[in-house]
C-alpha cells in the first residue's frame, strides 16, 4: 500500500430511484494530503460523503481505508476506524453548551453517558475531568475557548461551523470529511479556518473538503477531484482543474 492509497473508492454506483447520484465513481487520496472535492450543485459530493461514512450503503463498487474495506460497516465503526465527517446542515445539539457538544463526540464511550444523564454524578471522576481537558484543548485550538460555556444557538453560523470541527478532532479521527466548512464565513472566520485547517493537515490529518469557493481551494489543497453527474470526471493541482476550460464550463454554466 503507497501513501496514495490512504481511502480508496472504487466503482461506486448509488441511485435514489431512478436518479445516479455517483456513476462508477472512483479515485483515492493520499494520506497527509488536503485534497478538495469539487463539482456542480448535485454533483454527488455529499452523498460520496454519505457512502464513505456508512451513513448510505452504495449500490456497487468498494471502499478501501488503509487497506480495510468499509462497506457494510455502520457509521459508529466507521468513526471508530479514524474517520469522521462534518455535515452540510450542521447537525449540532443547539440547545446544549458548546463544551458539552465536544465531550459527546470524544472517542470511548463517554459521549453516552453524556447523551443518558448518567454524565453528572460522573463529574468529578479523573476520566471525565480529563476528557474535559482535552476538550477545553480542542475548542482553544479552533478558537473557541472563550465560548466552552455558551448554548450552541448563542453562537454565529461561523463560530458553530468551527465547532463542527471540533467535534470531527475529539472523535480523535486521522482522516476528516468536511463538507462545506467555509460557506457562510464572514471574511475573518473564513482566513480562521483556513489557519485552521493548515495546522491539522500539518499535525498529521488527512482531509477531504468540499469547498466551492477557488480561491479557497487554492489556498488549502494540493490535489482537486471534479465530480460531476456522481462520476470523477478530473482530478489534479488547482491550477490545472480551475484553469481547464471544459470544468469551468460545467462548473459555472450549470449555474447559470
Ligand atoms: N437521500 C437521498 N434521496 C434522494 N435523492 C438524493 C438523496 N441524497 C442525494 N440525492 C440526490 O442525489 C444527487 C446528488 O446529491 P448530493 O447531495 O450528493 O450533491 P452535492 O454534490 O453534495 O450537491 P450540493 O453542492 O448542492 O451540496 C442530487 O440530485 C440529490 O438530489
Ligand atoms: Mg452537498
Known amino acids: 500500500m503507497t501513501a496514495q492509497d490512504y481511502l480508496t473508492v472504487t ?6 430511484g431512478g436518479l445516479k447520484a455517483l456513476r462508477d465513481c472512483s479515485f483515492s487520496i493520499s494520506k497527509g494530503a488536503i485534497t478538495c472535492l469539487v463539482g456542480p450543485n448535485g454533483a ?3 452523498s460520496i460523503f454519505n457512502v464513505i461514512t456508512g451513513f448510505i450503503k452504495p449500490d456497487q463498487g468498494a471502499i478501501e481505508f488503509e487497506g480495510r474495506s468499509l462497506v457494510g460497516s455502520s457509521p459508529q465503526h466507521i468513526v471508530s476506524l479514524g474517520i469522521a465527517r462534518t455535515f452540510q446542515h ?19 464511550q463517554f459521549g453516552e453517558m453524556l ?12 476520566g471525565l475531568s480529563e476528557k474535559t481537558a482535552a476538550a477545553r484543548a480542542i475548542l482553544q485550538d479552533v478558537g473557541l475557548g472563550p465560548k466552552s460555556a455558551e448554548i450552541v444557538r ?12 471540533a467535534r470531527v478532532l475529539a472523535s480523535g479521527a486521522d482522516l476528516i470529511l468536511l463538507d462545506e466548512p467555509a460557506s457562510g464565513l464572514s471574511a475573518a472566520e473564513l482566513q480562521a479556518t483556513i489557519n ?3 495546522r491539522l493537515r500539518d499535525s498529521g490529518k488527512t482531509l ?19 465530480l460531476h453527474q456522481g462520476h470523477l470526471m478530473a482530478r489534479g493541482t488547482p491550477d490545472e482543474i480551475t484553469r481547464d476550460p471544459a470544468l469551468a464550463e460545467i462548473y459555472f454554466g450549470n449555474m447559470k
Open 11 to 16: 466503482a461506486v454506483d448509488k441511485s435514489f
Open 44 to 46: 454527488g459530493k455529499t
Open 90 to 108: 450542521l447537525r449540532l445539539f443547539n440547545d446544549m453548551s458548546v463544551l458539552d457538544n465536544v465531550l459527546i463526540s470524544m472517542r470511548g
Open 115 to 126: 447523551l443518558t444523564g448518567l454524565f453528572r454524578p460522573f463529574r468529578t471522576q479523573r
Open 154 to 165: 448563542n453562537l454565529s453560523y461561523g463560530e458553530q461551523k468551527l465547532l463542527c470541527i
Open 196 to 198: 485552521l485547517l493548515h
Open 208 to 226: 477531504l473538503i468540499v469547498e466551492h469557493n477557488t480561491r479557497v481551494v487554492k489556498q488549502i489543497a494540493s490535489d482537486v477531484l471534479f
